[in-house]
């Protein structure tokens, strides 16, 4: 009896201290598992360091064993998150600077549509061979071609969305920040950018998809025998279509989708949950969906001392300068107030002078170029433009209706929204050979086998855009709604489309950006086997580069940029303008 009774307080002592120490053990879990993330991206960032200061090699080895595919991917992820800072932070500040200078807009805007249309193959090779002429004797000048490239495909997305959302916040937020008497830089960082943060994290993940469209392209660049290769899933991937490894190929494709979800799971999912205290609700919000990543974090006792720290020295300092601090936070706010139209006056100066220096050294270059050559140039436009055009209109047959059910479903954002970042994320080139096997077999040609292509990549930008619009209806409305008894085309028609439609709008006009884009490797594809091509304007882009005839590069882009701008004049302009008029939830 005495054995039977020990063993059962014994048990029920160790059943109470379990509990006691579980979530203590949890923590201390949490904990190294943090430190060794630090120490693993440290080493990630040593290893990335020496591959920048390395002197160039006439030639890239690239391993083909899936042991390298962890260093490889590291690389990859690494430039695709320094493109993707650089990019917040123009971002910012591009935004910002068109949304309230007016002046400046008239510049800002239409040159905006014209860098989110140029390809990358227009300036890939020049910028090339100027980087690398600037470090002749490391890896820097490729490293950073690689990294602008990114860029290019990530930038212009967020900062369309940012734009627009600066020039959408309600009238009564900007009436509370001036009751509040704020200064600019409170009105954007407590009313501006508050409102702004559901649709530019959605926008972020799919800009951060776009950056991944030309993988191959910018990370296994050739340029006649030169070899401007770096390490990277996209170098890896070209190595094993170009040796036709599909052992290989199928390794760089899981190590590719593999990332794609770390970085949904760590980075995108705990941001998109955190974006949703910023909604703007006059009713009982819906139950906020949850993060276990950020959970996790919440839990570590190294962060919670980290914050108390910061919240000390934080109080520590204001309690010893309150005066001074806002004494100084208030001369700073004056004196900026009083530079600011001084500095985007020269800010706008120093961009028109390089916008006109640019424009001499194209026309020195347009003149070594036959009159015939305008008019095919004017031909391959059109067609390129219909090709364009009917990618975004099948983009939008589906991507409407899903991103409306992702949207306004917490339930299917968490199952579809890993989903959907992993299929937008997924360069599409590496897909190319698969899609131009599948069109063969078929016997379609490339004509209209393109628009097949160019839907691969520009369809995610409608998508995520109508997400996030549909995510940002208030619970308000949907109970209106409910109240008149809607049905489903109703609530449509009459609800959830006027809600989305400025996210509608930017999501089609960064489609046809990222359409024209595409093109030049829709409309010219020579990933493995024999090149295949068709008539249109990205056709003869990417040729001209691959055969360094700078004359007819020009050409072609400059002929590129100006149909951009004269159809976004015509038809996305009025439909913007539409959407701040009669589709804005402030009006």
Known sequence: MMHRFLDTMWGQMWGQANALFA????????????????????????LLGRQWTDVQRPMLVIDLSPWALPKYTFFSMMRGLTAYLISFFFTLVYAYWAAKDARSERLLVP???????IPVMAFIVPLMLALVAAFPHSNVGIELTAIIAIFTGQAWNMTFSLYHSLKSVPAELHEAATVYRFNWWQRFR????????????????????GGWFFLMLVEAFKLGDKDFRVPGLGSYMSMAVEHGDVRAQLWAVAAMILMIVL???????????????????????????????????????LIRRWDRWRARQRQHWQHRHPVQKRIRVEAGVVRAAHAAPWLSMVALIVLSGFLILGGFGVFHLLHQLPPSTWWTLFKAAGLTLSRVMASILIGLCWTLPAGLAIGLSQRLSRIFQPIVQVAASFPAPMLFPVVVALLATLKIGLGWGSIALMLLGTQWYILFNVIAGASAIPSDLREVGTAFGFNRWQRFRNLYLPAIFPYLVTGCLTAAGGAWNASIVSEYYNISGPTLKTFGLGAIVSQAGEQRNFPLLAAST??????????????????????ETHYSLSK
């Open 190 to 209: 407590w009313v501006e950018l508050p409102f702004a943060t559901t649709g530019l994290a959605w926008n972020s993940m799919m800009s951060m998809a």
């Open 263 to 301: 970085l949904d799971q760590v980075l995108w999912r705990p941001i998109v949950v955190w974006a949703q205290r910023f909604r703007i609700e006059d009713t009982v919000q819906n139950a906020d969906s949850e993060s276990w990543f950020l959970n996790l974090i919440r839990g570590s006792r």
């Open 558 to 579: 400059l002929v590129l940029a100006a149909t951009v701008v004269l159809f976004n004049r015509l038809v996305w302009k009025p439909l913007y303008k539409l959407a």
């Open 23 to 46: 979530p203590l053990r949890r923590r201390r879990l949490v904990d190294f598992l943090l430190v060794a993330a630090a120490f693993g991206m440290l080493y990630g960032l040593i």
């Open 111 to 117: 040159l905006l549509d014209i860098l989110q249309s």
